[in-house]
């Protein structure tokens, strides 16, 4: 391929880089992982609510990996209240499962970034290490996929799985019972799904480049050295 249409691929896959970079620590700080309702079963079970009469016991919930805003509603009102995951919550929801999703999300953001700047210098410079030349991208990419991917399933894994919603809207509640009565990802959990989707395209950008896959090169001579050796 000529030089001139390897650095116009690898350009467009640093700014592929660099999107998922910016995206992703925008979308580690936003409060907008998950949006839903809860239910606040007990007022609902006194009055015996059902259908329309639901809707006076269903309040809101909206949160992110750092805060988020909840609002109980138990037939009197609307109570709305901000929360903080650090340190008000750390006791209620499974601090190790949320710090890990945290820890992935800043891996994704610093690895994009580490991508971004070796895809501008195989495009523009003189790659001369496995780590810093075109193979080395390969890496980089796989680190990005694997690691937004890891994000995606340890966050919904964390709010199926533990009842992450369920969590907050009982926290410090002594006089009535909330349950999860809906809810669904929001907009920074579908962006890291965008993420996984870039770094992918990347790989097939990479590819095109006619850099060839890890380990590829070394199979075929493996082959052709065994073929060798029964003819002879």
Not at 5 to 15: E, M, P
Not at 58 to 85: A, I, M, N, T, W
Not at 202 to 208: A, P, V
Request: glycine share 10%; with cysteine.
């Amino acid at each position: 391929m000529p030089s001139r249409q390897k650095q116009l691929l690898f350009s467009v896959s640093g700014l592929l880089g660099l999107c998922c970079a910016l995206t992703a620590a925008v979308a580690t700080g936003l409060p907008c992982w998950l949006r839903g309702t809860v239910l606040c079963r007990t007022g609902a079970e006194l009055v015996n609510a059902t259908g329309a009469e639901l809707d006076k016991f269903l309040g809101e919930l909206s949160y992110g990996l750092f805060h988020g805003l909840r609002v109980k509603q138990c037939g009197l009102g609307r109570r709305p209240s901000r929360f903080s995951f650090f340190p008000d919550l750390l006791s209620a929801v499974p601090a190790g499962l949320h710090v890990a999703v945290i820890v992935f999300c800043g891996v994704v953001n610093v690895f994009s970034s580490v991508a971004t700047g070796f895809f501008f210098f195989n495009a523009f410079g003189r790659p001369y290490e496995t780590l810093q030349g075109p193979m080395g991208l390969y890496l980089w990419t796989f680190i990005c996929c694997l690691c937004s991917c890891l994000v995606m399933i340890l966050f919904a894994s964390e709010v199926k799985l533990h009842h992450l919603s369920e969590r907050i809207a009982n926290f410090n509640e002594t006089t009535f019972v909330f349950q999860t009565y809906s809810e669904r990802y929001d907009r920074c959990f579908w962006l890291f799904f965008l993420i996984f989707l870039l770094h992918g395209l990347n790989f097939l950008l990479i590819r095109l480049t006619g850099v060839q896959f890890p380990f590829q090169e070394t199979k075929e001579s493996d082959l052709s050295g065994g073929g060798a050796d029964l003819m002879y």
